[in-house]
């Protein structure tokens, strides 16, 4: 699994430090590439949601409140208490999924809409994938963490280290 972890800079901030993956061949973050896919549909939400990482990163840090869990059973045992969903309220339509470490980062990936008919992600396709492939992020990454190739910054708060996590370097 190639990919390239960076800061977004208008959201980190002095409480919260906020990050996304850039895949291997891809121009943009899996971040920017759901803001693309739901800016027209869902504008007001999307303003929300940037609203939310700003206050993340600059004033709250990254609170439990402000995410829920996600994981599927086999996935959860191993790297579930990482893989979250940027939460809002009840009655928004999109889903952000993300890696949540403490109050200190955060990892955006992708998501999209969740329909009220729709329980569990797992039951929506796009869900799934968006959801299945944060938690394959997850585990490189932690992986990554416990080789030391990628490391916590002395005072505990940024990602330092291989953040260009590529076969051929």
Known sequence: ?????VEMDPYSGSEAKVYSIIPEGEEETLFEKFVDENIVSYKEEIKDILKRLKQIGHTTG?????????????FVRKYGKYVWALYDDEE???RLYCLRFANVAII???GGYKDKSVI??????KLSEEA?????YAESIIKQLDD?????SNNGTELEGNLKN???E
Do not use: C, P, T, V
């Not at 699994?1 to 972890?5: L, R």
């Not at 569990?120 to 396709?125: A, I, M, N, R, T």
């Not at 030391?148 to 916590?152: H, M, N």
């Open 1 to 5: 699994m190639n990919y390239e972890i």
């Open 62 to 74: 990254a609170r439990e409140s402000f995410f829920k869990h996600e994981g599927d059973n086999e």
């Open 92 to 94: 928004r339509k999109l």
């Open 108 to 110: 955006l990936g992708g």
């Open 120 to 125: 569990k992600w797992q039951d929506d396709e």
């Open 132 to 136: 299945r492939k944060i938690m394959a």
């Open 148 to 152: 030391g190739d990628l490391y916590w």
């Open 166 to 168: 590529y076969d051929n």
